[in-house]
């Protein structure tokens, strides 16, 4: 058996305590002790998973609370566990699993939250424009991050009444919300993310106007 069959092996065990059987065989020591350091390994590296999709999607968990987003989290880490040592690139799918979620369907507008959000997290680590003798009106559009989404539902204003720092604040605005399609320009200034809510009509154009000026740089 090679690394990878072995690797593939403890992947396995990790995501489901019934792989267990599968690894101990590969393991010196005694069974039960290694049980119980795979059971402690798994419960960290679930945490730490849980703990990056928290920084990473922060309104999301505000929205459904911590318990249900702790469950969220751990059922997404068995159909989605990390392929990379970097935390930050971890959770790319959670939008589109929340779209599929059962638990989650009473809830409709999560999974373009989330995809706002990991747009807002995108944006934080993007690395800055180089610079190029195209330039666009409106200069937004060259900023590092940039990135327009369009949804059926108030995906910036709802991701904005979250940044209230108060709970009756954001009480209030929640009431304020308006459920109509919304567009969402997110892009970085400096070291911080901005988010701007935008009619769709307005942001189809940006889309568009976007999507011709990449293809000119190509």
């Not at 590969?26 to 419960?43: A, T, V």
């Not at 318990?67 to 059922?75: E, I, P, Y």
Request: aromatic share 10%.
């Amino acid at each position: 058996m090679d690394l990878s069959q072995q690797q593939g092996i403890f992947a396995s065990a990790l995501k489901d305590p019934a792989n267990n059987a599968f690894l101990l065989p590969l393991l010196m020591g005694e069974i039960e002790s290694n049980q119980k350091r795979i059971g402690l390994y798994r419960g960290n590296v679930v945490a730490n998973a849980q703990r990056a999709l928290s920084a990473i999607y922060p309104v999301l968990q505000e929205i459904v609370g911590e318990a249900f987003f702790a469950g969220l989290a751990r059922v997404f880490w068995q159909i989605q566990a990390p392929d990379s040592g970097d935390w930050n690139q971890y959770g790319r799918q959670l939008p589109h699993f929340l779209a599929e979620f059962e638990h989650a369907q009473h809830l409709p507008y999560l999974s373009d939250v989330a995809r706002l959000e990991w747009a807002v997290h995108q944006a934080v680590y993007a690395a800055d424009e180089p610079e190029n003798e195209i330039r666009a009106e409106p200069d937004v559009l060259w900023r590092p991050g940039t990135q327009i989404l369009i949804s059926a539902y108030p995906i910036a204003d709802i991701w904005l009444a979250h940044q209230a720092f108060h709970s009756d604040e954001l009480s209030q605005r929640l009431e304020q919300l308006q459920w109509v399609e919304q567009g969402a320009l997110i892009f970085r200034e400096g070291f911080a993310v901005k988010v701007l809510a935008l009619p769709v009509d307005q942001a189809q154009v940006l889309e568009e106007y976007q999507q011709t000026l990449k293809e000119k740089i190509i």
